[in-house]
Each structure stands twice: as C-alpha cells, then as structure tokens.
C-alpha cells in the first residue's frame, strides 16, 4: 500500500493575510491501489462574464476565476473537475482545464485554451503536488476555497459554488 504526505493548512484566511503563523497538519494519506482515473470529459464550455474570482495573491498581476457551470465532482474517482481563467490588466487569458484529487493533494491540467478558440490537450497530463508546485497557486487556493474537505472533495458543486460565492469573492462582470 503506498502514502502520499500531504500538507493541509488549517486557516487558509490567516495565511493569506499574513497577520500571523497559519496553524497546519500533515497528513499521510491512503493512496489505494486499485484507485483508477475515470476516461476524463472533453471539457466544458465556460463564460467569462460568470466568473467568481479568487484571490491567489495580492501581488498577483493575474486575476483568477472559474466558471462554476464547468465544476463536476465525480462520484467514480473523487476528481473535482473545473475550468480556470487566468486574465492581465490588457485582457490577456489564459484558460486551463483541470482535476483536483483531494485525497491526495494534487490537481492535473488536461487541457488548454487556445486564442482561436480550441482546446488543446495536453500531450501527457501528469498529477503534480498542490504543495511543491509554486507556479500554481490558483489550484490550491481553489482546493482551499471549496474544492476540498481536507481529504474529500466537496459534498456536492452546489456546495462548493455557495462556499466560493460566501467567502468574500467578486462575481466578474
């Protein structure tokens, strides 16, 4: 039976605002065997104009969203799938689709947006760590905003929205 150490930080809010030490946990997680990756949804269609934005840092020169008509949970591998735009002051965007395995702390992007207006998958999608990966802190911060329930994803997306929209974030009109 193999582990995966994963790092969950308890109070998300505290260390963004930096006003002192965020209390964490480490936990070892079971990373059963036979757990298998369902054949992954073509990805969804997205709306700019319905993005709820999350904050990943104030320095940030990227504002972050997700369109919550592209989450899905999936009852199968436990994969929170969704769509994140990333967007500059000159309406630059990059657009990602990505999964999220809350149980062990790690997300994949499958595919790209391209400015012509395709998705381009990823040649070799790889899980990578939420932890180890600092280039991508939005899927983290997700996670953290709602995605997860420590070790689980979220109940179910009408949860996971409420959770986005309640936690002080800006629909992007």
Not at 1 to 21: D, E, I, Y
Not at 101 to 124: I, L, M, N, Q
Not at 145 to 154: K, Q, V
Request: include cysteine; proline fraction near 8%.
């Amino acid at each position: 039976m193999k582990f995966k150490w994963v790092f969950l930080a308890t109070s998300f809010l505290m260390a963004l605002n930096a006003s002192g030490p965020a209390q964490a946990q480490v936990y070892a997680l079971e990373d059963p065997a036979d757990w298998k990756e369902i054949e992954t949804p073509p990805p969804p269609a997205f709306d700019i104009k319905k993005l709820i934005t999350l904050e990943v840092s104030p320095n940030s020169q990227l504002v972050y969203g997700v369109d919550p008509a592209t989450i899905s949970i999936s009852p199968k591998d436990g994969i929170v799938r969704y769509v994140m735009v990333a967007s500059n002051a000159s309406g630059a965007r990059n657009v990602m689709y990505e999964g999220i395995r809350c149980s062990t702390g790690e997300f994949k992007t499958y595919a790209r947006y391209s400015p012509d207006g395709k998705w381009t998958d990823v040649s070799k999608p790889e899980w990578r760590s939420l932890f180890e990966n600092m280039p991508s802190k939005h899927a983290l911060r997700f996670a953290r905003a709602g995605a997860c329930d420590s070790a689980a994803p979220a109940t179910s997306v009408d949860t996971l929205v409420r959770r986005l929209k309640n936690q002080n974030f800006r629909m992007v009109e």
